[in-house]
Every structure is written in structure tokens, then in C-alpha cells.
Antibody
Framework: EVQLLESGGGLVQPGGSLRLSCAAS????????MNWVRQAPGKGLEWISV????????YYKDSVKGRFTISRDNSQSILYLQMNSLTAEDTAVYYC?????????????WGQGTVVTVSS | ERVMTQSPATVSVSPGETVTLSCRAS??????LAWSQQKPGQAPRLLIY???TRATGIPARFSGSGSGTEFALTISSLQSEDSALYFC?????????FGQGTKVEIK
């Protein structure tokens, strides 16, 4: 059974940093691209980043480019999201999402999400 | 980026009935459209991809149709467990984008 378990969320002050983790199991992690998708309170889902199977290619939504860094450790089947210079607009539930084997952005398995709150 | 618009925002349906949800893309996304179900406190679950292909383990009463700019998700013989938020997303063009979702309530 595919499982994605996010952790690392919490309350952080504006300008602060957090690192999210996503532990994957039940599939061959290094066969799939991995994504982060977020949902702000009362708003729709927003894709924010993807990393290729070996980590050599990464892409970001403009709103987080330069502040967030996605990475992966295939030896431990863990996906990361380093978030710096956080603002109130980054407050959201953050989901770890597996990409399709042939289409990067076909989101076939999701984690339950971790909550990030940016507030003073 | 592609804009995805879902309607209605909320629909209330009796058990055993059929409901059809709409997702509109602007501009076209071909057949690269997926539907997912989200229940409170649970991870979203992929139902349909390629506009009409059911994901593994999804019951046949969930069906998808459409291409280009107009898509539909039909749930037949509605069951109480189908009460959830349903959202579409396109994976044709970067960045992937999502509809706002349709909430299905069971009367």
C-alpha cells in the first residue's frame, strides 16, 4: 500500500524557516517524480514544486521560487521542502504528492498533509 | 496558466441517485484531466485520469467523460460514503492547476 506521511509543520514567525519531510513507503520511491501541493485556508489547491526521480531537475511556482527548495533522499525514500522567508501567505496545509510515472503532474497518491501557520 | 472552473459549488443528492459534476478548462487541456475525491481529515484519492480512465480500485459507478475544455464526473447509485469534496486538475500544461471543487452532500 502506497503511503506518504508528511511531518515538520507548525507555527513559525514571518521571515522564519521550516523544513517539511515526507516519508514514502509501499512503492519504489526512485521511480517517481514527487511534488508538493498546498491549500491555504478557504482557498483552492496550489501546486508549488516538483523534483525529478533522481533530484536533478526541480521546478517551482513563481510565488515560492527563490524561497523554497525541494529535494529528495532516495536511499531513505524521503521528500523534503525547505521553506525560507515565510510570509502569512504561505499559511496552508502542505501535501506530499506522487507524480505519475509518465506524466509528472498526474497526482496519483497524496499524503494527509501537514499544517504550516505563519504568524507573529 | 490553465484555469479550471468547477460547478456547482455544492450539490445535495439522495442515496441511490445519480449526480454529474462539471469541470471546465480554459484553454484546452486535451484529455489530461483527472478527478480526485477528498474527505475531511483524509488524503485526497485519485478517481479518474485521462478524463475517463478509472484509477486502480475505483468502483465502476464513478465515470468520467469529456475532452478539450468540458469535462464531467458522474457518480451513479450514490452512497453515503460518497459525501466528499471532488476536484479536477489538469496535467497537460505547466503549472498543473486545480478546480475549486464541488462538495457533494447526501440528503
Amino acid at each position: 500500500e502506497v503511503q506518504l506521511l508528511e511531518s515538520g509543520g507548525g507555527l513559525v514567525q514571518p521571515g522564519g524557516s521550516l523544513r517539511l519531510s515526507c516519508a514514502a513507503s509501499g512503492f519504489t520511491f526512485d521511480n517517481y517524480a514527487m511534488n508538493w501541493v498546498r491549500q491555504a485556508p478557504g482557498k483552492g489547491l496550489e501546486w508549488i514544486s516538483v523534483v525529478s526521480v533522481y533530484g536533478g531537475a526541480t521546478y517551482y511556482k513563481d510565488s515560492v521560487k527563490g524561497r523554497f527548495t525541494i529535494s529528495r533522499d532516495n536511499s531513505q525514500s524521503i521528500l523534503y521542502l525547505q521553506m525560507n522567508s515565510l510570509t502569512a501567505e504561505d499559511t496552508a496545509v502542505y501535501y506530499c504528492v506522487r507524480g505519475g510515472s509518465s506524466r509528472l503532474y498526474l497526482f496519483d497518491y497524496w499524503g494527509q498533509g501537514t499544517v504550516v501557520t505563519v504568524s507573529s | 496558466e490553465r484555469v479550471m472552473t468547477q460547478s456547482p459549488a455544492t450539490v445535495s443528492v439522495s442515496p441511490g441517485e445519480t449526480v454529474t459534476l462539471s469541470c471546465r478548462a480554459s484553454p484546452s487541456v486535451g484529455s489530461f484531466l483527472a478527478w480526485s475525491q477528498q474527505k475531511p481529515g483524509q488524503a485526497p484519492r485519485l478517481l479518474i485520469y485521462g478524463a475517463s480512465t478509472r484509477a486502480t480500485g475505483i468502483p465502476a459507478r464513478f465515470s468520467g467523460s469529456g475532452s478539450g475544455t468540458e469535462f464531467a464526473l458522474t457518480i451513479s447509485s450514490l452512497q453515503s460514503e460518497d459525501s466528499a469534496l471532488y476536484f479536477c486538475h489538469q496535467y497537460d500544461n505547466w503549472p498543473p492547476t486545480f478546480g475549486q471543487g464541488t462538495k457533494v452532500e447526501i440528503k
